[in-house]
């Protein structure tokens, strides 16, 4: 396929504030996610398009044109919001279900393409105390998977906490989407494989992140990543490198006869 003047595209939905009447908090620290966001994703050659304050309807017809427009190899996403389990809440306060905009990319304009979802907003009311290491019990069963049949083929949803728990922001920007700025700002981290650069933002987030204040005081967030990836995904590689231009268009297929030993590391 000839890519020539097209690129990879990044689509960023902030809600910082809300129809009057909507009984749901300002959010002051969206737009310096949005500001970074878009610094730190244009130097890595994405398209970056911000769209502030829609309204739930105005979020869904958005989505539905993005994924009919051509891109070369990925599509980013991110959604902040406040939200519940499987929803976020457009500027009107009506609930903009995930599924229906993961829905909206299962189509022939990005068969092959690579999709990753960064949903920055609440799953539910909890908060998370963290655990000592060696005192972790057998989690509950989650039907985290069964609730997302959705999600199209080489895909991955990044969400910024775990179903069932709130995800915190503060003035300066939410702690999940700046550590994920910073991590693609350091030398190394944007040439990593995607799902490995996932997990080094679920480390620092759910290791470096403590809550201050007499209400929070001590409370954690662990990131949660959900992938229906295929292949090997380079999305933010410098070219030349790893799966950068010199590879699939960064992507490659999983396979023995490209399959790379790995160290295993995290910093």
């Not at 009506?94 to 907003?121: G, I, T, W, Y």
């Not at 290491?133 to 057998?138: A, H, K, L, P, Q």
């Not at 949803?157 to 991590?183: D, E, I, K, N, R």
């Not at 494989?193 to 620092?204: C, G, K």
Request: net charge neutral; charged share 25%; with cysteine.
């Amino acid at each position: 396929m000839d890519h020539r003047g097209e690129c990879n595209r990044a689509l960023v939905v902030s809600v910082a504030e809300f129809d009057p009447g909507v009984q749901l908090g300002r959010r002051p620290g969206a737009g310096k996610d949005a500001k970074r966001l878009h610094r730190t994703l244009s130097k890595l050659g994405f398209k970056v398009d911000i769209h502030t304050d829609l309204r739930s309807e105005e979020i869904y017809q958005l989505f539905q044109r993005e994924s009919r427009r051509p891109v070369k190899d990925c599509f980013l996403a991110v959604l902040s919001s406040h939200g519940e389990e499987g929803c976020v809440f457009g500027a009107d306060g009506e609930p903009v279900r995930l599924s229906r905009l993961f829905a909206f990319f299962d189509n022939r304009c990005m068969e092959e393409k690579s999709k990753l979802f960064l949903v920055q907003a609440c799953r539910g009311h909890g908060l998370d105390d963290g655990v000592e290491v060696d005192s972790v019990e057998d989690a509950p069963e989650s039907s985290f998977f069964s609730q997302h049949p959705a999600v199209p083929v080489d895909t991955a949803v990044m969400y910024a906490t775990a179903p069932g728990y709130g995800a915190f922001m503060h003035p300066l920007g939410s702690v999940f989407l700046q550590t994920f700025c910073s991590l693609l700002e350091k030398e190394g981290n944007r040439n990593l494989e995607l799902t490995r650069l996932m997990t080094r933002l679920s480390h620092s987030v759910a290791y470096t992140f403590q809550a201050k204040g007499r209400a929070l005081g001590g409370k954690k967030e662990m990131p949660c990543l959900l992938t229906r990836l295929t292949r090997e995904v380079f999305p933010f590689a410098e070219p030349g490198k790893d799966g950068g231009s010199a590879g699939l268009s960064a992507t490659s297929l999983v396979g023995s006869k490209n399959t790379r030993t790995r160290t295993p590391s995290i910093s």
